[in-house]
């Protein structure tokens, strides 16, 4: 099993920046991609930003390309979710995830992914 937690997020005035992070454990983390999903009030699981095994490649979502950048630091078992020039529409409970299988892509669906945070709250006030 895989344990998840993120940290991070809280209450920001727009154009602000965030760092999130998501501690690993209880799997092999270099083996799977990593995910940022996020979920605002009465709204689906929504895509965010992803990042390969090996961190060669990334995907985001077109809503936050340019401003968001993902990371990974696998000697801490690490995602990172840097948040940059935010704004009202990206508050949201933001969750980390493990891909559900050991891929080499950067998978973009909620059900390509297997494990779960709690997630933590980013409210970005205007």
């Known amino acids: 099993q895989v344990q998840l937690v993120e940290s991070g997020g809280g209450l920001v005035q727009a154009g602000d920046s965030l760092r999130l992070s998501c501690a690993a454990s209880?799997?092999?983390?270099?083996?799977?991609?990593m995910g940022w999903f996020r979920q605002a009030p009465g709204k689906e699981r929504e895509f965010v930003a992803t990042?390969?095994?090996?961190?060669?490649?990334?995907n985001y979502a077109d809503s936050v390309k340019g401003r968001f950048t993902i990371s990974r630091d696998n000697a801490r078992n690490t995602v990172y979710l840097q948040m940059n020039s935010l704004k009202p529409e990206d508050t949201a409970v933001y969750y980390c995830?493990?891909?559900?299988?050991?891929?080499?892509?950067?998978?973009?669906?909620?059900?390509?992914?297997?494990?779960w945070g709690q997630g933590t709250q980013v409210t970005v006030s205007s």
């Open positions: 209880g799997r092999t983390f270099t083996n799977y991609a």
């Open positions: 995830a493990t891909a559900a299988t050991t891929g080499w892509g950067t998978p973009v669906e909620t059900g390509e992914y297997a494990y």
């Open positions: 990042i390969s095994r090996n961190s060669g490649s990334t």
